[in-house]
């Protein structure tokens, strides 16, 4: 069985819904678990017990939250070596575009990297100009639905590798399993809306 754990912090509750959202991608994979857990109710065995990881914070000042660091810092410290080769990845929230999100999930890639964690960004594209190169990002909620596939596509990408990498299920390959993947080219230009 495919382990995924959606960790995340939320203090408006709108990485909380991405995570959910992100859960669902997961979900979409076959054979996959998935577990939520905020960050103050999670524990390191939920993070020993998975295969694959996605880590959601709100954007603090450019980086992770507090809570998310002090998880990493105290919780997990006794639990350094076993964790080393898991795949994971990021997700985070910000109150507005530019407000640092891809950042905070380089910070957060960065901890998951000091901890032996195999990470990943996604190539596709949500829509004609959402990507998740650094993981998925939102403006306040994600209400628009190239943000919230964004949120899907990171945890059914995150569901894939650990089923291909983990347990061995070439089936699950996203580069070979003939689904659609979207790139900028994909996406027509509406030439009424240019000035």
Not at 3 to 23: E, F, I, P, Q, T
Not at 30 to 48: G, I, N, S
Not at 125 to 133: D, E, F, N
């Amino acid at each position: 069985m495919n382990k995924v754990l959606v960790l995340y912090d939320s203090r408006s509750g709108n990485v909380a819904k991405m995570a959910a959202l992100v859960a669902e991608g997961a979900g979409q994979v076959p054979e996959t678990e998935v577990r939520v857990r905020h960050v103050d109710e999670a524990t390191a065995e939920d993070v020993v017990w998975c295969d694959g990881l996605a880590v959601g914070s709100p954007t603090n000042m450019g980086i992770l939250s507090w809570k998310m660091k002090r998880f990493w810092d105290e919780t997990m410290a006794d639990k350094w070596l076993e964790v080393d080769g898991k795949i994971a990845c990021a997700f985070s929230s910000a109150g507005g575009w530019g407000g640092g999100m891809e950042m905070a999930c380089q910070s957060i890639l960065t901890v998951l990297m000091n901890f032996g964690f195999l990470v990943f960004g996604v190539t596709d594209y949500s829509g004609r100009k959402m990507t998740l190169h650094y993981g998925a990002v939102a403006s306040k909620e994600p209400r628009e639905e190239e943000t919230q596939e964004a949120c899907r596509i990171l945890g059914r990408r995150l569901a894939e590798w650990t089923a291909l990498y983990v347990h061995g299920r070439k089936d699950q390959n996203p580069l070979t399993k003939g689904v659609k993947r979207l790139c900028p080219g994909d996406f027509v230009e509406d030439k009424t809306q240019q000035a």
